[in-house]
T-cell receptor, first 114, second 111 residues
Framework: GAGVSQSPSNKVTEKGKDVELRCDPISGHTALYWYRQSLGQGLEFLIYFQGNSAPDKSGLPSDRFSAERTGGSVSTLTIQRTQQEDSAVYLC????????????FGEGSRLTVL | GQQVMQIPQYQHVQEGEDFTTYCNSSTTLSNIQWYKQRPGGHPVFLIQLVKSGEVKKQKRLTFQFGEAKKNSSLHITATQTTDVGTYFCAGLSNTGNQFYFGTGTSLTVIP
């Protein structure tokens, strides 16, 4: 597609359930980022993928959070045993490379944990 | 650890007034980017600054990168209601491969 695509756009789940959020970056972009944005707050870095290198997972808040990037393209962020504090908008972004140019953001996935 | 702070956190201005947001990093940056996020939207890239002391203009917006490459500013002249949103800076560290986003400045323009 022309832009970064994220799904679902909205997800409501019950506390304790697992959720998967998907990101389809712009074709040809080697760098992919996940950020979390709570209501009215800034962007919290979660994880970063660059090509086939080992991902930078330093921003993941707990071991309930994990992410994969298959074939250097689509990425899935998984949150296990969701908690109410996980409620936020999860933003994915991609770029040509780690040192070049802008980040293109998707529309985000709004997660609400009841 | 790396920190990028922005001030002010919130700013309300009358339409036509000027607006400035400041971004400060605890360490030297390789480059800095600015993004705008409209209410309910996602961050959209505005500009990238790379050189020490660099100044770039986009119509009513003026972006500046400090001489020490640790701070930056965004100035909007004669604000309009279309300028409403949150402005984020994002610095790329010299040693890492990660953008450190600032805390953001939320701008409200009163017609």
């Amino acid at each position: 597609g022309a832009g970064v695509s994220q799904s679902p756009s909205n997800k409501v789940t019950e506390k304790g359930k697992d959720v998967e959020l998907r990101c389809d970056p712009i074709s040809g972009h080697t760098a992919l980022y996940w950020y979390r944005q709570s209501l009215g707050q800034g962007l919290e870095f979660l994880i970063y993928f660059q090509g086939n290198s080992a991902p930078d997972k330093s921003g993941l808040p707990s071991d309930r959070f994990s992410a994969e990037r298959t074939g250097g393209s689509v990425s899935t962020l998984t949150i296990q045993r969701t908690q109410q504090e996980d409620s936020a908008v999860y933003l994915c972004a991609s770029s040509f490379g780690p040192y070049t140019g802008e980040l293109f953001f998707g529309e985000g996935s709004r997660l609400t944990v009841l | 650890g790396q920190q990028v702070m922005q001030i002010p956190q919130y700013q309300h201005v009358q339409e036509g007034e000027d607006f400035t947001t400041y971004c400060n990093s605890s360490t030297t940056l390789s480059n800095i980017q600015w993004y705008k996020q409209r209410p309910g939207g996602h961050p959209v890239f505005l500009i990238q600054l790379v050189k020490s002391g660099e100044v770039k203009k986009q119509k009513r917006l003026t972006f500046q990168f400090g001489e020490a490459k640790k701070n930056s500013s965004l100035h909007i002249t004669a604000t309009q209601t279309t300028d409403v949103g949150t402005y984020f800076c994002a610095g790329l560290s010299n040693t890492g491969n990660q953008f450190y986003f600032g805390t953001g400045t939320s701008l409200t323009v009163i017609p």
